[in-house]
Nanobody
Framework: QVQLVESGGGLVQAGGSLRLSCAAS????????LGWFRQAPGKEREFVSA????????DYATSVKGRFTISRDIAKNTLYLQMNSLKPEDTAVYYC???????????????????WGQGTQVTVSS
């Protein structure tokens, strides 16, 4: 099975940028559909972005579309989330997730993912 470790979170002013990384070990990320989710205090975990196993298709929540970009580097076995034009409402713990899947599978449902990282805190100040 794959192990996932997020990094890159921190404190940033509104309008700033951060790049989250999700380093994988144990298995190659090319075997998995991948996603980013976030959870703010007092709220349920929500979908942010996903990329298919093939890497050909990406998906974004409406709230982040045009500001966030998901990508992966198979050689480095790492998933990324580039976050630009950050807003205070983006403040949350961000999690990466993986699911063994067919090449074109993608899901917005957190229950569809089998493996999770421990999360990294992103705080956006106004």
């Amino acid at each position: 099975q794959v192990q996932l470790v997020e990094s890159g979170g921190g404190l940033v002013q509104a309008g700033g940028s951060l790049r989250l990384s999700c380093a994988a070990s144990g298995r190659t990320l090319s075997s998995y559909a991948l996603g980013w989710f976030r959870q703010a205090p007092g709220k349920e975990r929500e979908f942010v972005s996903a990329i298919t196993r093939s890497g050909e298709t990406t998906d974004y929540a409406t709230s982040v579309k045009g500001r966030f970009t998901i990508s992966r580097d198979i050689a480095k076995n790492t998933l990324y989330l580039q976050m630009n034009s950050l807003k205070p409402e983006d403040t949350a713990v961000y999690y990466c997730a993986a699911r063994p899947s067919a090449s074109r599978y993608s899901s917005r449902g957190d229950k569809d993912y089998d493996y999770w990282g421990q999360g990294t805190q992103v705080t956006v100040s106004s």
